[in-house]
């Protein structure tokens, strides 16, 4: 099973909205949808690790003081098939810029672009963005790649304690 992290900017924009830095992928899964700064773990790193390095190399920013918001394990044709881990931070430092992996892009959060993203965000990001803890599992069918399987279920339980997890 793959091992993966998102993690999700956010500020104060105009107006007192508040807003999240999204990325527009512009290769590998999900290529040409909107989701957050992440990718796949690397042997030796904790997730936490992973967050920060793949936020700073896809769009150079430097997140600290990381939240866990949420856990989703995503299964390809009833096996395990990404685990991932979501964080929200309100820290960082710098501007950010494209990098060959993607185009950043600061979003109102009652804005964000759930038909440019994978199918299943809309039932879980909302939420996190807000604040709240998750924990969810989907389900896809139609065999690799996961980015082309066809959306099919899932279970979602908020309030989770995610405290004491990487
Ligand atoms: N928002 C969202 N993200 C997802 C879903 N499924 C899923 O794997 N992801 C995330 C986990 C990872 O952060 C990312 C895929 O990993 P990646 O960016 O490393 O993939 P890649 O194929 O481009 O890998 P690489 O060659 O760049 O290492 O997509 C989903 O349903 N929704």
Known sequence: MIEATLCF???????????VLLIE????LGEGWYNG???????????REC??????????????DLEKAGEL???LDGEAHTFCHVYRSRSFEGEPTSSEEAYPEWVPV???????????DH?????????NTVAGEFRFEGGEPLDEAAFVDHDLEWGVSLESRE
């Open 110 to 120: 009652d804005d964000v672009p759930y038909d440019r993203m994978w199918d299943d």
């Open 123 to 131: 039932l879980w990001l909302p939420g996190v963005l807000e604040g």
């Open 37 to 47: 700064p992440g990718g796949k773990c690397e042997p030796g790193e904790t997730p």
């Open 73 to 75: 394990t995503f299964l």
């Open 51 to 64: 967050a920060v390095r793949e936020t700073e190399e896809e769009v150079g920013l430097e997140v600290t």
């Open 25 to 28: 992928k512009r290769r590998g």
């Open 9 to 19: 900017p956010l500020r104060e924009g105009g107006d007192a909205d508040e807003e």
